[in-house]
């Protein structure tokens, strides 16, 4: 493996992918120092999104108290009423979609922004109040690289998680065990390191934790259990707050992010070895997320060849970094909708709980075909075409309402090729081939000889080249 890959493999893991001015060789590849580089690019606190300016824009299908306020003149004015608000609130997070995949593909802290990423899927939530949603990005980009424990309270403690998971409901003498359970199944222990005496108990602890029409965190101390409770072998009068203490003082909690954080930083195949070291740092560190990361995108089994191009971009992933590798100027924005829908992955839009699955499953015969066909769309004037079901909240306004329609959406992409290709300066035709391809594809044998061939000493031979290998399959592995 090159230097161009070496570092390119840092680019994808900890970023999405390089952009236009980090093709050029790196000479001596120092994983230290160029980390180090993308950590000190996410050092200053991201800016909150604001696209959503409060909650009476954002009510949503879960309106709760605000709608039982509301003197409406009769059920079927509350009903079109409740309508008109759920699609303004697929219009905000669709707004928020489209916000976000820009800061990706943009910003500069891009280890800030794949992390936000990651804990996006570990703390999955899908609200249809797209205040709340934004509230909860804000909280995970925020907090994306600090200690693990004020992540965890900070989510725990949104509206949009309380409201996901039922604790809005949770209350002393009817205690809904829905939030304590994922709380230690999925953001923290895992399955087999608690009981479900452990699970009832902690519920009985976030009884009277709730939020305000402003999605302002509130413990109602009336709904509060009072009584003491056991969990994991401690005995107190427990709250919330200190079951989540409670948690993090297990190293189990520990060893189930670092294996997650594995499975998506490094190979779906997990090393016990380097995730048991990885933990007990990570543990003895109070969770801190920067050792963490320095830890593992610095370590020398990294960069070895078993987990270098192995490992399958997410939908979220690729369409990135194309955006990044390739600068371009989209008229139809919108358009980047579909292609998530199409693909198997929209931003707030989980399928459950637990998160996007990852690994093989993001490929199959039709999506390898799509994936494969994306680079080339974006320079012709061909549409994508979907085949739509019925309208629902994932297409966020795009869908049709008569399932079976086949319609054909345009990219309407403006690539800046000058751009793209201004850091290979005087470079021959032949160096920057081998620039190119090391830079598109994390593989270890390179496209031979004839491929070149076909491209060199030809009109737009580099555009050309491109999107030959962004749409060969090994461009859906980095």
């Known amino acids: 493996m090159n230097p161009i890959q070496k570092q390119n493999h840092l680019y994808w893991r900890a970023g999405f992918g390089p952009g236009p001015d980090q093709l050029v060789n790196p000479g001596n590849f120092q994983p230290g120092r160029v ?10 606190a991201p800016e909150p999104f604001s696209i959503i300016e409060n909650f009476a824009e954002a ?9 039982q306020k509301e003197q409406m003149a009769n059920t079927e004015q509350t009903a079109e009423r409740r309508k008109a608000l759920q699609q ?12 976000w995949l820009n800061q990706m593909v943009n910003n500069p802290d891009q280890l800030r922004e794949k992390m936000a990423f990651f804990w996006h899927g570990h703390f999955a939530c899908r609200t249809q109040n797209s205040f709340f949603q934004q509230q909860l990005l804000n909280t995970i980009r925020t907090h994306s690289l600090s200690d693990f424990g004020t992540l965890l309270t900070e989510v725990s403690k949104s509206a949009a998680m309380l409201q996901f998971l039922n604790n809005q409901q949770n209350r002393k003498n009817s205690p809904n065990e829905n939030f304590a359970r994922e709380v230690m199944e999925l953001f923290t222990m895992g399955r087999g390191n608690y009981s479900e005496q452990d699970v009832k108990e902690a519920a009985r602890a976030f009884t009277g934790w709730g939020f305000n029409l402003a999605g302002e965190f509130q413990f109602r101390r009336f709904q509060h259990d009072e009584g ?4 994991l072998v ?4 427990f709250n919330g707050d200190d079951v989540l203490k409670i948690l993090l003082e297990q190293p189990a909690t520990s060893t189930f992010i670092c294996t997650k954080l594995y499975r998506f930083f490094v190979n779906d195949i997990v090393n016990t070895k380097h995730v048991d070291w990885m933990a007990k740092r990570f543990f003895e560190s109070g969770y801190q997320v920067k050792s963490l990361l320095t830890d593992m995108f610095t370590a020398g089994w990294f960069y070895e060849k078993e987990n270098v191009g192995t490992h399958i971009k997410s939908p979220i992933e690729l369409w990135v970094g194309i955006r990044r590798q390739i600068p371009m100027q989209l008229s139809n924005q919108q358009a980047q909708l579909l292609i998530q829908r199409a693909l198997g992955q929209i931003l707030f839009y989980p399928p459950n709980v637990a998160g996007w699955p990852g690994g093989k499953t993001w490929i199959d015969s039709s999506s390898l075909l799509l994936r494969m066909r994306i680079p080339q769309l974006l320079t012709s004037t061909d549409g994508i075409e979907i085949n739509f079901k019925a309208d629902d909240d994932t297409e966020m306004g795009q869908g049709k309402k008569q399932s079976g329609n086949m319609n054909r959406y345009k990219i309407n992409a403006q690539i800046d090729w000058k751009k793209a290709f ?29 491929f070149m061939e076909q491209f060199i000493g030809k009109d737009n031979y580099l555009v050309n080249m491109s999107v030959a290998l962004m749409s060969m399959p090994e461009y859906q592995l980095s």
Do not use: H, V, W
């Open 228 to 231: 003491n409770k056991t969990i």
């Open 422 to 450: 201004e850091s290979l300066g005087k470079i021959t035709e032949k160096d920057r081939y081998q620039i190119l391809s090391a830079g598109f594809l994390q593989t270890e044998k390179l496209p031979e000889q004839i």
């Open 59 to 67: 009510m949503g299908q879960n309106m709760g108290e605000a709608m």
């Open 234 to 237: 401690k005995n107190g009068n």
């Open 35 to 44: 980390f180090n580089e993308l950590l000190k690019a996410s050092e200053k």
């Open 88 to 99: 303004k609130n697929r219009e905000g997070i669709r707004d928020l979609n489209l916000a």
